[in-house]
């Protein structure tokens, strides 16, 4: 069973920064896509950024891009989330889920949340203006 741990949420100004962590275990595959979402409040969930664990190919939301970078430490089975220009906006609770064997084709555009099994509980994030 896969199992995910997020840290590295916080209160944060606008214009500021912080690095969400996901460290997972339970890794069975050879291959997994590890994908953070955020969700804020009255809103649905939406995809941020998510990473092969293979190759490190990467795809983030237009919303974020130039801003979050998405990383990865096989060695650590750890996922990073570097968000920096931070705006009000991306207050949200985010979450990493992973999902072993899913087609890169198949999120390398976007993904969803049907496309993910393990979820971790989740971090707040608040960016004050």
């Known amino acids: 069973e896969v199992q995910l741990v997020e840290s590295g949420g916080g209160l944060v100004q606008a214009g500021g920064s912080l690095r969400l962590s996901c460290a997972a275990s339970g890794f069975t595959a050879d291959d997994y896509i590890i994908g953070w979402f955020r969700q804020a409040p009255g809103k649905e969930r939406e995809d941020v950024s998510c990473?092969?664990?293979?190759?490190?190919?990467?795809y983030s939301a237009d919303s974020v891009k130039g801003r979050f970078t998405i990383s990865r430490d096989n060695a650590k089975n750890t996922v990073y989330l570097q968000m920096n220009s931070l705006k009000p906006e991306d207050t949200a609770v985010y979450y990493c889920?992973?999902?072993?064997?899913?087609?890169?084709?198949?999120?390398?555009?976007?993904?969803?949340?049907?496309?993910?099994?393990?979820w971790g509980q989740g971090t707040q994030v608040t960016v004050s203006s």
């Open positions: 889920a992973a999902e072993g064997g899913l087609p890169w084709a198949n999120v390398r555009w976007g993904f969803r949340e049907g496309d993910f099994a393990s």
């Open positions: 990473i092969r664990t293979s190759d490190g190919s990467t």
